[in-house]
């Protein structure tokens, strides 16, 4: 079976850590063998002169094709409107795309085109399918329906996309209630759970990994080790993390996550919590597996998630979660081990993360939580949902 996916959030070499785990499931698919997976990865860059300005000027510099192991990747350039051409961004894509995807198809013919995220590349993939008269199956993440959803133009193509597609994916079952209520079609919606790389997250002992701490991050071993991972925007509730430790006595922030992080800091300060919030940027997907065992708690009190990728690798590595009851939360923290529900409210995050350290629960068995998800099972369904639909059952 040869496969086109499309994926505006997937690594390139100008940003390598960009879509990571859309990346670790396309190669968990080609280690299997079966199929000839070949992966579009559109770049949208502004008129001139913003592409002198970064992150478009890097963006600018990518090459137009790369690998991933056996994986080709083409990174083909679409017209981007910043802050107000979001919603048509499907078309620019389509227009950008479609000549070089029938150029592949003629060499070489695929049996199904495959959407990473629902917006844009759901409405993009349709369009380019319905040209080359190819199925087409769209995966939803969290943020591309709960985000684009709302938004009445975006909308409309994700409805048109989601009613023409013989299947969909979602994250989490609460995810796929969430496109049901939108209005997309049960009956083709399938959950798909995140992948995990057990040899790379697994168990480092609390006590050993703290003591790696300082010569790894410049992190104190000292006191209990909260740890938020993610990037610096608003949805991913750092604020209230860094509130809530007014709440927790003792006890240190590690924010693990590129992004602006001015205000945060200014926050920290005014609290008087300087000393005991640190902003690590991004964190090495060598380094991370440690600073994650190292935690007494991983603390996300985002705003909306699909199922989060960050809550299984923190599981994997023995640190209990403090998340909101949003997304597929409830799915993930199924036992006490697992970690704690809390309100996106300070007050209700500390006191979350203050029973967990009066009796933290075993690493080993927090681990345990995370055993049914990894990267192989991940691609055999993922790979038997699309023979699924090139075979048009």
């Avoid at 080609?30 to 002169?49: C, H, K």
């Avoid at 209630?177 to 609390?206: C, K, N, Q, S, W």
């Amino acid at each position: 079976m040869r496969v086109l996916s499309l994926s505006t959030l997937f690594p390139s070499p100008a940003r390598p850590a960009f879509g990571k785990f859309v990346a670790n499931q396309a190669q968990a698919v080609a280690a299997r063998g079966d199929v000839e997976l070949v992966m579009i990865n559109p770049i949208g860059l502004p008129p001139w002169p913003l592409t002198t300005r970064e992150p478009y000027r890097s963006l600018a510099a990518c090459p137009k094709t790369s690998t991933l192991g056996p994986i080709p990747i083409h990174h083909p350039r679409f017209p981007l409107i910043p802050l107000i051409g979001g919603d048509s961004n499907p078309g620019r894509i389509v227009r950008a795309v479609l000549p070089l995807v029938r150029r592949l198809h003629r060499e070489r013919p695929f049996d199904l085109i495959d959407a990473q995220f629902f917006f844009p590349d759901g409405p993009a993939v349709q369009r380019i399918a319905q040209a080359l008269g190819l199925p087409y199956t769209i995966k939803a993440r969290g943020s591309d329906i709960h985000y684009w959803g709302e938004r009445p133009n975006a909308r409309v193509q994700m409805l048109s996309a989601a009613r023409g597609a013989p299947g969909m994916l979602a994250v989490s079952g609460a995810l796929r209630g969430d496109m049901i209520a939108l209005g997309f079609p049960a009956e083709a919606i399938r959950v798909h759970y995140t992948g995990l790389d057990h040899a790379r997250f697994r168990v480092t002992p609390r006590a050993e990994a703290k003591a790696r701490l300082p010569e790894m991050l410049g992190l104190s071993d000292d006191g209990p080790l909260l740890v938020c991972p993610g990037a610096l925007i608003p949805i991913k509730g750092q604020k209230l993390a860094i509130q809530a430790l007014v709440h927790i006595p003792g006890a240190h922030l590690a924010l693990a996550g590129a992004g602006s992080d001015e205000a945060l800091r200014q926050q920290a300060d005014e609290l008087g919590l300087a000393s005991r919030v640190h902003f690590l940027g991004q964190v090495s997907h060598d380094t991370l597996p440690i600073l994650l065992s190292a935690a007494d708690a991983v603390v996300l009190p985002s705003e909306r998630e699909g199922l989060a990728n960050a809550w299984i690798e923190a599981l994997a590595c023995g640190a209990p979660l403090v998340i909101p009851d949003v997304g597929g939360a409830r799915e993930v923290v199924r036992q006490p081990e697992a970690g704690r529900l809390a309100a996106r409210e300070p007050e209700a995050i500390a006191a979350a993360v203050n029973e967990l350290l009066a009796a933290p629960p075993d690493q080993n068995e927090v681990s345990q939580q995370a055993a049914c998800f990894s990267w192989e099972a991940n691609a055999a369904a993922l790979v038997g949902f699309w023979r699924e639909k090139v075979s048009g059952s």
